[in-house]
């Protein structure tokens, strides 16, 4: 059983960087793929991006390419979300999850393909 915590999310301005982290405790947490999701009010929660077990592989979802950068330490337990140039769009909870499922890549991007998931951390970019 692996326990995923967020922190990191918090009120900013457009243009504003910010970055996220997933501490996780119990299991093998290298033996995982970890994806980053978020949802926003009102809609369902969607893929953003993932990394593979040992750091070597990303996948982004195009609307965050050249802005958003995932990364991991496995000696933390830690998984890091890097935002940059956020936007009012970007407002959601942002939740990390892992997945035993292809941790080499090609990635899990359903939720329902992950099998562990975090609270999820509150960010807010106002305009």
């Known amino acids: 059983q692996v326990q995923l915590v967020e922190s990191g999310g918090r009120l900013v301005k457009a243009g504003d960087s910010l970055r996220l982290s997933c501490a996780a405790s119990?299991?093998?947490?290298?033996?995982?793929?970890m994806g980053w999701f978020r949802q926003a009010p009102g809609k369902e929660r969607e893929f953003v991006l993932a990394?593979?077990?040992?750091?070597?592989?990303?996948y982004y979802v195009d609307s965050v390419k050249g802005r958003f950068t995932i990364s991991r330490d496995n000696a933390k337990n830690t998984v890091y979300l890097q935002m940059n140039s956020l936007k009012p769009e970007d407002t959601a909870l942002y939740y990390c999850?892992?997945?035993?499922?292809?941790?080499?890549?090609?990635?899990?991007?359903?939720?329902?393909?992950?099998?562990?998931w975090g609270q999820g951390t509150q960010v807010t970019v106002s305009s």
């Open positions: 119990g299991g093998t947490f290298s033996s995982y793929a």
């Open positions: 999850a892992a997945t035993n499922l292809n941790p080499a890549g090609p990635f899990a991007v359903e939720p329902g393909e992950y099998d562990y």
């Open positions: 990394i593979s077990w040992n750091g070597g592989i990303t």
